[in-house]
């Protein structure tokens, strides 16, 4: 066990980003989806009728677009996804003694994020793993990736589904700032595709696989190229059951189907567009005037990328206009909701072009609800 003293000033020293291979595309869901549908309809034409159960509903690709922005998205398997007989991931079972699927991309993303920052697995005291969902209860995720990195400290999840991002970077702003760790890697391993329901039409478009980290330090150990003080953050919850994702092992007691619609993600998307974004929009501005700045002060808006409508209707908020792509970067169109992993994702992808003294704004919003952000000076 080490004794730290109390840091100072705080930095995000390093970024990681691990994209998986496989694309697929809105044609390619809203194919699969159709079909299935077809298949589905016809084998239960008399229930259907009858009102017994609800007829599948099909989709379309421009609607998709227009709705969220979404174009494709990345996932760690594509096999399974599209066919009309399993329309789900068909992702093999490793042994106990192996490498975790979610360990392994979490690896991906650590070591790239380790190099940005020029750290070594001897200079990191703790390891956060926070995502939406973790392939497992325990043991804990991120104390499998400690021991794969062979560092000599601590680790565990965070779930606090699409505000993870955000809400460990503040768990590991706090480590480092009263010294009980060094320097904190802080993992998000979305490896959601396995909990998304792709027979379902309001749904099985939204999420994309990915896996990102940071390296959070004091300033004063920091020696990367590009660093970000962390001017403060700010967390905030609402409870809603307006998104919500009911798997669990409490199944197995309630006698009920583990997989089934209602333990799979599924949203109330209108009530979640109009009671979020105001939410976030406040949570922003309130931020903001803790610090003594306004919107205009920001140079650059990482925000959370879910829906573009929803990001439109926040910014418009904020600052009266729609920004473009160098004010607030948007990647869903490329990567799709990647639940805590979004924002994060944007950072990755637009941060180097800024100048020292540049204001960022980090921020997530989600199930919860949940709400998280981190004012950022470039140095």
Known sequence: MRLHQASGRVVISGLGLWTPDHIISNEELVSALNAYADKFNTEHQAAIESGEIKAVGKSDAEFIE????????????????????????????RKEQELSHQAEIALYAARSAMQAAGKSAEDIDAVIVSCAYTERAYPAI?????????????????????????FALQRAWEMVSTGSARAVLVINPELVSPQINYTDRDSHFIFGDVATAIIVESLSTATSDQQFE????????????????GFGYMSRAFDSDPFGPDKLFHQEGRSVFKEVCPMAAEHLLNHLALHGKTPQDVRRWWLHQANINMNHLISKKLL????????????????????????????????????????????SFGAGYSIGSLVLRKL
């Open 320 to 363: 009266g206009h729609v920004p473009d792509q160098d004010q607030a970067p948007i990647v869903l169109d490329r990567y799709a909701n990647t639940a805590s992993a979004g924002s994060i994702i944007a950072f990755s992808l637009h941060h180097k072009d800024m100048k020292a003294g540049d204001i960022g704004m980090l921020c």
């Open 230 to 245: 962390i001017l403060g953050t700010q967390a905030k919850t609402l409870y809603s059951n307006n998104i919500r994702s």
């Open 66 to 93: 227009k709705a969220s922005g979404i174009k494709q998205r990345h996932v760690y398997v594509k096999e399974g996804i599209c066919d009309v007989n399993r329309m789900r991931p068909l992702i093999p079972e």
């Open 142 to 166: 991120a104390i499998e990736v400690q021991e794969a990195l062979g560092i000599d400290g601590f680790g565990f999840d965070m779930l606090v589904a699409c505000s993870a991002a955000t």
